[in-house]
């Protein structure tokens, strides 16, 4: 059975920073492109970004250069690492395979707030 796990959301005030973690099980994880989402409340979930299986990595405009992807095979974990955070990065975030119908992580809150 496939399972993401998300952790590491939390509180934290504007400008500050987190590191999220997805733990995989049930698949070949160095094989498979992953992906960050995230959904704040009343909006669409949108796409967050995106790291191949070769750790090429790819980010919504709304987050370059701000936050990191990775992913730690030996560990079978991708990370996201947040600096500079601000009110509107307010979400749960969710991480995504694409495998068949595609597997979501159950998401963590992350809240920007003085």
């Known amino acids: 059975q496939v399972q993401l796990v998300e952790s590491g959301g939390g509180l934290v005030q504007p400008g500050g920073s987190l590191r999220l973690s997805c733990a995989a099980s049930g698949f070949t994880f160095s094989i498979y492109p992953l992906s960050w989402y995230r959904q704040a409340l009343g909006k669409e979930r949108e796409w967050v970004a995106g790291?191949?299986?070769?750790?090429?990595?790819t980010y919504a405009d709304s987050v370059k250069g701000r936050f990191t992807i990775s992913r730690d095979n030996h560990e079978n974990t991708m990370y996201l690492q947040m600096n500079s955070l601000k009110p509107e990065d307010t979400a749960v975030y969710y991480c995504?395979?694409?495998?068949?119908?595609?597997?979501w992580g159950q998401g963590t809150q992350v809240t920007v707030s003085s």
């Open positions: 995504y395979c694409g495998i068949r119908d595609g597997h």
């Open positions: 790291i191949s299986s070769a750790a090429s990595t």
